[in-house]
């Protein structure tokens, strides 16, 4: 299995802006996914995305993928406070488990 | 119902006793996780049941030991714990494909070692 690594490590702004937040990755991937975590909570599946797509949304949640790069961003538009938590990005190989990286701390500001 | 749960929430224990934590679910998931994740850091796999069977340990110590009585229920149980053990301990389910696995997680047990 591979970890993916994201970047920011931690990202604040103010409710309303737009949050983005990088993963990239080092080998070929079948997907990739990404989760959200709320402190000390469990972590909460967001978005999946296949090797084969590079762009996916679901609300004010838009993921795209470049896999000549290696490499996927999160965008969370039209942040709400309620939006602050860690994200975790999980690249997935063909019958591998998955694995997290650092994450990104996004903290939203009333 | 799309719950993991998990129980009980937090759990204190000394050096010496012995503990169990509990995972339940009810989606027919037949790939069930453990996880730990210390503070600030990512989840850590630990085991990975697959239909009822363990099908990954990453190389964990012995003082943890898993269990999966049927397909709905995972427990660890825990003995001997060092302090260093202390961490939010996950529990995830999936459906066992080679791909595109998406896990639904528990809230966790807070685990304290004194």
């Known amino acids: 299995s591979q970890q993916g690594e994201e970047d920011p490590q931690a990202l604040s702004i103010q409710e309303g802006e737009n949050a983005t937040m990088n993963c990239s990755y080092k080998t070929s991937i079948n997907n990739l996914q990404w989760y959200r975590q709320n402190s000390g909570r469990g972590l909460v599946h967001l978005i999946l995305?296949?090797?084969?797509?590079r762009e996916k949304h679901s609300g004010r949640l838009r993921v795209t993928l470049d896999t000549s790069k290696k490499s996927s961003s999160l965008l969370i538009t039209a942040s709400r406070a309620a939006d602050t938590a860690s994200y975790f990005c999980?690249?997935?190989?063909?019958?591998?488990?998955?694995?997290f990286g650092e994450g990104t701390q996004l903290t939203v500001n009333p | 119902d799309t719950e993991v749960t998990q129980t009980p929430k937090h759990l204190v224990m000394g050096m010496t006793n012995k503990k169990s934590l509990k995972c339940e679910q009810h989606m027919g998931h037949r790939a069930m996780y453990w996880y730990k994740q210390k503070a600030k850091k990512p989840p850590e796999l630990m085991f990975v049941?697959?239909?009822?069977?363990?099908?990954i340990n990453e190389s964990v110590p012995s003082r943890f030991s898993p269990e999966c009585p049927n397909s709905s229920l995972l427990n660890l149980h825990l003995h001997a714990l060092q302090p260093e053990d202390s961490a939010l301990y996950l529990c995830?389910?999936?459906?066992?494909?080679?791909?595109?696995?998406?896990?639904?997680f528990g809230s966790g047990t807070q685990l304290s070692v004194l």
């Open positions: 999980g690249p997935q190989t063909s019958g591998s488990r998955l694995t």
């Open positions: 995830a389910s999936s459906q066992p494909r080679r791909t595109n696995e998406k896990l639904f």
């Open positions: 049941y697959s239909y009822e069977k363990l099908s």
């Open positions: 995305i296949r090797s084969n797509e």
